[in-house]
């Protein structure tokens, strides 16, 4: 006679049956407050000390405001740069610096100065052994909630630019804005991931990844026009910062840019964003699977 | 004499900080990959900013802004690239750190003088610094741009001289800097708001030339001018020997500075441990 009650018929875990939709569903609420309370956890240690936590949050502000200081100076002194005011420039740095610090929030602890001595020490080990994604966990342990100062001056700036440039606000030009931000930030995000994806084949941390992290934004800066075909066609086609920061910017200005770089081309901006987000996993999926631990 | 009663002769002397000085340029030496990404890095932020000052010049062809061409600027941006490693040197957390865990008490045990060796030291790995990530990216610009350097033999000897004190005042900064350490154990939150304020000072984010003249003249006046700023007039032939003397009065003047804040830190600095 079969035993009625196989061991370990209760626990849903384990390879077994797919769960149905409704399954899913509470699967995933259940991940997404685990993260949450991670990231609290994560919060509540950085407000330990108020004094330094004000100051590091004011820092990563105060970097864009000298950027924005020294933009204002050059291109009032030359009168324009290829054709734009300063305001219109600062618009671009704004939005830049407010995606530029979205992603970093949440993926500055995946640089490889950081995360190197994670996997070199093996402590990614132990990422491995817990019931959550690997990824899911190192951004919700590590959050970066200082960068909400660099998001706050990167909104403020975008809002002061667009005043003095005359941009009138209505909803579509708002979702723009947003989307710009969304995505430059979630641009800057998957390549902290690919730097992290990195770091497990070349173990020591190097610093080459912030060519695109901080390049990348401070490259999108600038308008297009000043560059040549070659870093435009990388910029926009290979890690597509300039589809979330100057074209959205045409878009809010109603400029019409460059032979070959028209204001249309936001539509494009969500899909490769996404795109390079699907590249920036798959990465991380082949980091992980190259990962062989250390010690014992 | 020395307490192990060993004669401190001149000669003696100088060969001590000699041989930390090479220690420093050959641990310097082991760091490859740190060195191509610096390089790469230096390569991307510096076409990036030739591009914005060919586009500015572009709408005033013959101006001279603040005092600079075309030429002039681009040698600003190539310097920049060439001086960014001595001045930020990755090594810059080490001395807090070593503060901050205790291990620095052990500098205090050792023979000689404690900043003179950790000057020698890091002026080792400079001068690595210099031998390739300075060198490349100038003399690469250079072959390929109008820039602005010069070109009799005691010309560039001066620019040579101009960054090597620069690279001694960069030093003393990161010192000072570092000695935060003895009164906070959270001297990153320091760093991080007074970074933005040398960054832009220093004019790392535009030439000062370009400055409203009550700015220029502070960042003229401030010890910055002698990190970055002297050795690009000097390349472009600018108030040359005011530059130099500059630099000269602020490496005596931060080092008279960062010795006495050392003798400071060292009275209050408690030791933990069994």
């Known amino acids: 006679m079969a035993s009625a009650v196989r061991p370990g018929a209760g626990l849903p875990a384990g390879p077994g049956p797919r769960p149905g939709p409704a399954g899913r569903v509470a699967r995933a609420r259940a991940g997404a407050a685990v993260y949450r309370r991670l990231a609290a956890a994560t919060l509540r240690g950085r407000v330990r000390h108020p004094a330094g936590f004000v100051l590091r949050t004011l820092g990563t502000g105060l970097v864009v405001v000298t950027e924005i200081v020294g933009v204002v100076l050059v291109v009032e002194g030359f009168g324009s740069l290829a054709g734009w005011t300063a305001p219109e420039v600062v618009l671009l740095v704004g939005l830049g610096a407010a995606g530029q610090g979205l992603g970093l929030l949440f993926g500055d602890r995946l640089e490889p100065a950081f995360f190197s001595e994670v996997v070199r020490?093996?402590?990614?080990?132990?990422v491995l052994t817990r019931p959550t994604s690997p990824l899911g966990w190192m951004v919700a342990s590590y959050v970066e909630v200082r960068f909400l100062g660099r998001v706050a001056v990167g909104a403020g700036a975008v809002v002061w630019a667009a005043d003095r440039a005359g941009v009138d606000w209505t909803l579509p030009r708002l979702l723009v804005a947003v989307m710009a931000v969304v995505c430059?930030?979630?641009?800057?995000?998957?390549i902290s991931v690919l730097g992290g994806a990195l770091t497990f084949y070349t173990v020591e941390g190097s610093e080459v990844v912030n060519i695109f992290t901080y390049g990348g934004v401070s490259l999108s800066c600038y308008p297009m026009e000043i560059y040549g075909p070659g870093l435009r066609a990388v910029f926009l086609w290979v890690v597509p910062f300039a589809l979330a920061v100057y074209v959205p910017a045409l878009v809010l200005l109603g400029r019409a840019g460059p032979p070959g770089l028209p204001a249309a081309l936001a539509w494009v901006t969500p899909a490769a964003t996404a795109l390079f987000a699907g590249l920036a996993a798959a990465g991380w999926r082949a980091g992980i699977r190259h990962y062989v631990g250390a010690g014992s | 004499m020395a307490p192990d009663g060993t004669v401190w002769d001149t000669a003696r002397f100088v060969r001590a900080y000699l041989a930390l000085l090479s220690a420093g340029f050959r641990r310097q030496a082991t760091y490859r990959l740190a060195l191509v990404s610096g390089l790469l890095t230096n390569l991307f932020f510096g076409l990036v900013r030739t591009a914005l000052f060919y586009a500015l010049y572009r709408e005033r062809p013959e101006a001279a802004v603040g005092g600079l061409d075309l030429a002039d600027a681009l040698t600003y941006v190539w310097m920049v690239q060439a001086m960014f490693g001595l001045v930020w040197a990755s090594w810059i957390w080490e001395f807090p750190e070593a503060?901050?865990?205790?291990?620095f008490v052990v500098e205090l045990t050792r023979p000689g003088d404690p900043w003179l060796r950790q000057l020698a030291y890091e002026l080792g790995r400079t001068f690595?610094?210099?031998?390739?990530?300075?060198?490349v990216p100038l003399l690469g610009a250079a072959a390929l741009l109008p820039l602005a350097l010069p070109t009799t033999p005691a010309g560039v000897l001066l620019v040579a001289v101009s960054m090597v004190l620069a690279s001694v005042v960069a030093f003393e900064v990161r010192f000072l800097f570092g000695t935060v350490a003895f009164w906070s154990s959270d001297y990153r939150?320091?760093?991080n708001i007074g970074f933005p304020v040398l960054w832009l000072l220093s004019g790392f984010v535009i030439p000062i030339d370009y400055f409203p003249a009550a700015l220029r003249a502070l960042a003229e006046g401030s010890p910055l001018y002698a990190m970055l700023m002297a050795p690009v007039h000097v390349a472009v032939g600018q108030s040359v020997p005011a530059s130099l003397a500059?630099?000269?009065?602020?490496?005596?003047?931060l080092g008279v500075a960062s010795r006495v804040t050392l003798s400071l830190a060292c009275r209050r600095l408690v030791v933990h441990g069994g």
Do not use: I
Not at chain 2, 99 to 103: C, H, P, T
Not at chain 2, 128 to 135: A, K, P
């Open chain 1, 121 to 126: 020490k093996g402590s990614f080990d132990q």
């Open chain 1, 184 to 190: 430059c930030g979630a641009l800057v995000f998957a």
């Open chain 2, 128 to 135: 690595n610094q210099m031998l390739l990530r300075s060198t």
């Open chain 2, 246 to 253: 500059r630099q000269v009065a602020w490496v005596v003047a």
């Open chain 2, 99 to 103: 503060v901050r865990s205790g291990d």
């Open chain 2, 189 to 191: 939150a320091v760093f």
